[in-house]
T-cell receptor, first 108, second 119 residues
Framework: KNEVEQSPQNLTAQEGEFITINCSYS?????LHWLQQHPGGGIVSLFM???GKKKHGRLIATINIQEKHSSLHITASHPRDSAVYIC??????????FGTGTRLQVFP | GAVVSQHPSWVICKSGTSVKIECRSL??????MFWYRQFPKQSLMLMAT?????????EQGVEKDKFLINHASLTLSTLTVTSAHPEDSSFYIC???????????????FGNGTRLTVT
């Protein structure tokens, strides 16, 4: 069993739909990252959170420390949101454990 | 904002040759940089942690003599894949933490990655 698991692995949506990607982890963390990887491979850090909820534009990330669970929500999805979304658990000062990613495709 | 530049973005080399990949922090100093490898359809795996002025810390199973890491300045880390073999073909990506904003949990910035193909 992976220490960081994501679901779903693949997700397709119509433009405008509300999207949720889930991340569960089994290790103690100091923070959890949500990353976006574009088709070319480049990675952008979307959120880093250790409690509660963060919002940036149409993106919302939440984390429940007691349940060891985090979600990434995308409101009013758009084709340009198509990417691989990765959660990563920050388990000590520097080490990150990555989930396997969720491949999202949003169709117009 | 903070930017990490990685070069080259792709490289094709022959088996047995060495390839150097550079990772630069453009507008901040990074005492620590991280090197990851990603095989197709798989997640990123940390290979090593590069420390400025000292030896890199390698993850279990990563050969330090094959993947040479040098972090000679606060803005540059290099990864050299020595005596490359086709099984080294992968996507290599670096990241660095901008410590200006504080502690270990400061944001991570990633390079755009290097796609290595060994023929």
């Amino acid at each position: 069993k992976n220490e960081v698991e994501q679901s779903p692995q693949n997700l397709t949506a119509q433009e405008g739909e509300f999207i949720t990607i889930n991340c569960s982890y089994s290790v103690g963390i100091s923070a959890l990252h949500w990353l976006q990887q574009h088709p070319g491979g480049g990675i952008v850090s979307l959120f880093m959170l250790s409690s509660g909820k963060k919002k940036h534009g149409r993106l919302i990330a939440t984390i429940n420390i007691q349940e060891k669970h985090s979600s990434l929500h995308i409101t009013a999805s758009h084709p340009r949101d198509s990417a691989v979304y990765i959660c990563a658990a920050h388990v000590n000062t520097d080490k990150l454990i990555f989930g396997t990613g969720t491949r999202l495709q949003v169709f117009p | 904002g903070a930017v990490v530049s990685q070069h080259p973005s792709w490289v094709i080399c022959k088996s047995g040759t060495s390839v150097k990949i550079e990772c630069r922090s453009l507008d901040f100093q990074a005492t620590t940089m991280f090197w990851y490898r990603q095989f197709p359809k798989q997640s990123l795996m940390l290979m090593a942690t590069s420390n400025e002025g000292s030896k890199a810390t390698y993850e279990q199973g990563v050969e330090k003599d094959k993947f040479l890491i040098n972090h000679a300045s606060l803005t540059l880390s290099t990864l050299t894949v020595t005596s490359a073999h086709p099984e080294d073909s992968s996507f290599y990506i670096c990241s660095a933490r901008d410590l200006r904003v504080g502690s270990y949990n400061s944001p991570l910035h990633f390079g755009n990655g290097t796609r290595l193909t060994v023929t």
